[in-house]
Every structure is written in structure tokens, then in C-alpha cells.
């Protein structure tokens, strides 16, 4: 298994309040992703990075910002969290190198439910 | 643009039988695709990877795919269910070569259900 840990694994928070998810890798990988599942959509990207301090949004960003200040880990931050974000987030990372196929390992995900 | 279509929310197979997920695709240039499996609670895992390089594909636990341009269609088969097979399954495409986002379209998924 792909070196991806997730922290915290389940959480409960209140509209309004900040929130930050970590997704910690040991592969030394460029590229790290955050997805988020709802039933009905599958998996949708919200941010990914191609390395330190290079981050761009993906199809669902309004919300959520990300930092990477080192190639290890890659955070989310909800900075105020809204019912809509209930959901579960997903960390991804991938390497493409010549001949690869950039293949993405996730890691277990984070329950998170805004009361 | 690309874009993933999986047809069949849930699909239940009775155990001994074969399993068929329903992939099509849309897409610009060449694709690379790829089908995820996930277990209740768990992340992703790959399955299988189609990368240009043939067109049948096997995967881990007897799965296979077959890519069909002339289709657009990247369908999942195993010839008989178990009962560890029941589990949640994504098809997802990226562009394939050198260029590229090496961002992934997801399918909205399809929970496979194996009776006894």
C-alpha cells in the first residue's frame, strides 16, 4: 500500500468554524490531490499540487484552500464550514515519470459532518 | 473535454456469475483509463489500467477490461462473482501521453451487489 495517511479520520464541526484536514505521504511524490465523495457524484476533484507551493483548483474549489509547504504533506482548510461540505475527502498522490501512467493512490479518507 | 459515463447505479450479480460494468468515455486525445474498487469505509484501489499498450487488460482478483475506441467503452468483466467482489466500483480517464493535467474524470459509480 501506497504510503497515505489521513488525519483526523472522522470529525464533527459546527457551521462557521475552521477546519483543516492533513493528508501526509512517505512516497515522495509531486503530485497530491483532494477529492471529495457524495453519493450521486463519485469522486470530484477540489484542489491538487505538482509540487511545493504549486496548487491549483479543481471542478469544485469554492470553500476550500490548500497549502503545501513540503513535498509530505498537503492540507485543506474549510475556513468556514458550511452543511454543503459534509462529505467524505479523499487524499490523493501520484509521480509521472517517462513511461508512467500516473496512476493515483488514495489514502483512507476523512469523515467530515458540519452540524 | 473529457468525461466518464458509468451506466447502472447498482448492479447485482448472483454469486458463480459473470460480473459486467458498464464504462464509456468521452475524450479528445487518447486516453488513459482506469478502474478503482471500494470497500466499504476504505479508499480507492486500482484495479486495472489501460495505458495504450493493449487493448485487453487484467487486473487483481480475475478482473479484466477490454478498451474499444470504435465503442468508447472500457468495460469491466469477471467471469464468476464472489461474494468478496461486493463493493463500490469508479472508472475514471485522464489524457495519456506526456501532456496533459494529470487530472482524473471519475464516473459517479456503481455498487456491486453478490447474492449468495
Known amino acids: 500500500d501506497a504510503g497515505i495517511t489521513q488525519s483526523p479520520r472522522h470529525k464533527v464541526t459546527e457551521t462557521g468554524t475552521p477546519v483543516t484536514l492533513r493528508c501526509h505521504q512517505t512516497?515522495?511524490?509531486?503530485?497530491m490531490y483532494w477529492y471529495r465523495q457524495d453519493p450521486g457524484h463519485g469522486l470530484r476533484l477540489i484542489h491538487y499540487?505538482?509540487?511545493?507551493?504549486?496548487?491549483d483548483k479543481g471542478e469544485v474549489s469554492d470553500g476550500y484552500s490548500v497549502s503545501r509547504s513540503k513535498t509530505e504533506d498537503f492540507l485543506l482548510t474549510l475556513e468556514s464550514a458550511t452543511s454543503s461540505q459534509t462529505s467524505v475527502y479523499f487524499c490523493?498522490?501520484?509521480?509521472?515519470?517517462?513511461?508512467?501512467?500516473?496512476?493515483?493512490?488514495f489514502g483512507p479518507g476523512t469523515r467530515l459532518t458540519v452540524l | 473535454a473529457q468525461s466518464v459515463t458509468q451506466l447502472g447505479s447498482h448492479v447485482s450479480v448472483s454469486e458463480g456469475a459473470l460480473v459486467l460494468l458498464r464504462c464509456n468515455y468521452s475524450?479528445?486525445?487518447?486516453?488513459?483509463l482506469f478502474w478503482y474498487v471500494q470497500y466499504p469505509n476504505q479508499g480507492l484501489q486500482l484495479l486495472l489500467k489501460?495505458?495504450?499498450?493493449?487493448?485487453l487488460v487484467k487486473g487483481i482478483n480475475g478482473f479484466e477490461a477490454e478498451f474499444k475506441k470504435s465503442e468508447t467503452s472500457f468495460h469491466l468483466t469477471k467471469p464468476s462473482a464472489h461474494m468478496s467482489d461486493a463493493a463500490e466500483y469508479f472508472c475514471?480517464?485522464?489524457?495519456?501521453?506526456?501532456?496533459?493535467?494529470?487530472?482524473?474524470?471519475f464516473g459517479t459509480g456503481t455498487r456491486l451487489k453478490v447474492l449468495a
Open positions: 489501460y495505458t495504450s499498450a493493449a487493448t
Open positions: 475514471a480517464v485522464t489524457p495519456g501521453g506526456t501532456s496533459g493535467t494529470y487530472k482524473y474524470i
Open positions: 499540487s505538482y509540487g511545493v507551493k504549486d496548487t
Open positions: 475524450s479528445s486525445v487518447p486516453p488513459y
Open positions: 512516497e515522495n511524490h509531486r503530485y
Open positions: 490523493a498522490i501520484s509521480e509521472r515519470t517517462g513511461g508512467s501512467t500516473d496512476t493515483q493512490y
